[in-house]
């Protein structure tokens, strides 16, 4: 976080892992979510379907597909910030294609409605090696 290293608690990212899109998608028929369509309506001008799944923590997403495609174009949860818990919402506003794997390019993120943070993906490395380094806890 801001370029220092910090611990994370196993429970923590166990819990944060679970909210994890790509981690729900590869394991959904494991038994640890329960999905639930909603309605079909315009997320941030995109005709959707909008889908709550719960994980085993109980907590809520709530993921909006596009109706068109299929893909994950945002999604709305109660998530820890800096300032403590608040809504967020996640809003995919550019797609690239990552050697044929079309994959979010641009996302922004508010909080409580107002203006938080922007990721912007430059590549999309598919196993990858990873520097082990990464982990050192530097003590």
Do not use: C
Request: net charge negative; hydrophobic share 35%.
């Amino acid at each position: 976080m801001g370029g220092q290293k910090q611990p994370a608690a196993a429970e923590e990212f166990t819990k944060e892992f679970a909210r994890d899109m790509d981690h729900i998608l590869r394991g959904v028929d494991g038994g640890d979510w329960t999905f639930q369509y909603v309605d079909d309506m315009d997320f941030e001008g995109t005709a959707a379907h909008r889908v709550v799944i719960r994980d085993r923590f109980e907590r809520s997403t709530t993921v909006y597909l596009s109706a068109e495609n299929g893909r994950v174009v945002g999604r709305r949860f109660v998530g820890e910030t800096m300032s403590g818990p608040g809504e967020l919402t996640e809003v995919v506003r550019e797609w690239a294609d990552y050697d044929g794997i079309p994959g979010p390019a641009l996302v922004t993120i508010s909080l409580e409605g107002e203006d938080y943070m922007s990721i912007a993906f430059s590549e999309y490395v598919l196993d990858g090696d990873v520097d082990m380094a990464i982990f050192d806890k530097g003590e």
